[in-house]
């Protein structure tokens, strides 16, 4: 399985991205709100991944948060609820506001998602409640310092790939403040850090 992919924009349509990691272009299905927040083309990228297998296709999907992604991965395991239809739920809202239209029970909300109509709005609210529910506040923790550990990981490998040391990459990355949420942000930093 292919959980992530750190790497460089090569480019994006309205539905696909396309990241190029050591040379090999990766065509990523991602949500309108991913596209939309993706890199400049040329710059580093995190995207995590779910790799879908079906008897006629192989698939890669994409998201710039694990939020996103638990999401999509609950919404698929929804009867009748496909990879498309959980990508357009993510075009259509942030996963946060979806995840408050499924707990407050706003079937009218979530039937506001291309492909989504009322009863399977209901079947959503029915089936995702409980496991939206019981996501803890440890969890969410635990999600934001995974994501942040990922993209100090992708800030490292650049600046090794720069020619500076591991030490030195350790150095000009520690203590990063947790508001700097790109890969271009995070080297910025650190190459503020290594000049001064």
Not at 23 to 43: H, I, K, Q, Y
Not at 68 to 77: C, N
Not at 98 to 123: E, N, T, Y
Not at 160 to 178: I, Y
Request: hydrophobic share 50%; proline share 3%.
């Amino acid at each position: 399985m292919i959980a992530f992919l750190n790497g460089v924009v090569a480019g994006k349509n309205q539905s696909t991205a396309f990241v190029d990691v050591g040379g090999v272009g990766f065509a990523v299905g991602m949500s309108a709100n991913d596209l939309s927040r993706l890199p400049p083309t040329g710059e580093r990228v995190l995207i995590h991944t779910y790799f879908a297998v079906r008897e006629d296709a192989m698939t890669l999907y994409g998201f710039l948060s694990l939020e996103s992604k638990s999401l999509f991965e609950k919404l698929i395991g929804v009867s009748s609820v496909g990879p498309k239809i959980a990508l357009a739920a993510l075009s259509t809202f942030k996963a946060s506001e979806f995840i408050a239209a499924v707990l407050s029970g706003d079937a009218a909300a979530v039937s506001k998602v291309p492909g989504i109509g009322k009863k399977m709005a209901q079947r959503i609210i029915l089936e995702l409640k409980g496991s939206l529910a019981d996501a803890s506040v440890d969890d969410l923790f635990s999600t934001k310092a995974g994501e942040q550990a990922a993209r100090l990981q992708g800030a490292k490998e650049a600046l090794l790939a720069m020619g500076f040391t591991s030490a030195e990459a350790d150095v000009a990355l520690k203590d990063a403040p947790e508001t700097l949420v790109t890969d271009s942000a995070l080297l910025q930093y650190a190459l503020r850090r290594l000049g001064d």
